[in-house]
């Protein structure tokens, strides 16, 4: 996110509350929820979020900011394959990291190997 493109200090902060934050619009709330939902494993978007998201965007609209959140899922997964870590480019910022959700303790994580390559 950048204040360069218009984002706000308080959009910025309320990130991780969008949804009972003032400094988003409706729309902004849904793409967020959308993101988050097609950022989720297995992806998870209901077809009311689809249908509201349909209300302000053209197909077009809509299938650009898919793909974009794609490709941004796509480089995060790769750099965690890779151990990619932040480069410093916040340090020092303001740079929300979102909450855990209720944890899924029996997936393993990178440093326990997967209950298969045990051995």
Not at 68 to 97: H, K, L, M, T, Y
Request: charged share 30%; aromatic share 6%; proline share 4%.
């Amino acid at each position: 996110m950048s204040r360069a493109s218009g984002i706000g200090e308080a959009q910025i902060l309320d990130i991780g509350r969008h949804r009972e934050s003032d400094a988003y619009s409706e729309l902004e709330k849904a793409v967020i929820d959308y993101a988050e939902g097609l950022s989720r494993t297995p992806a998870d978007v209901s077809d009311a979020l689809v249908a509201r998201l349909r209300q302000d965007l053209s197909e077009q609209q809509l299938v650009e900011l898919t793909a974009a959140i794609a490709w941004e899922n796509f480089r995060a997964r790769f750099n965690r394959g890779f151990d990619v870590a932040a480069q410093g480019f916040s340090a020092g910022a303001v740079c929300p990291i979102p909450e855990r959700k209720e944890a899924d303790d029996s997936r393993p994580t990178r440093s326990e190997p997967k209950a298969s390559e045990a051995q």
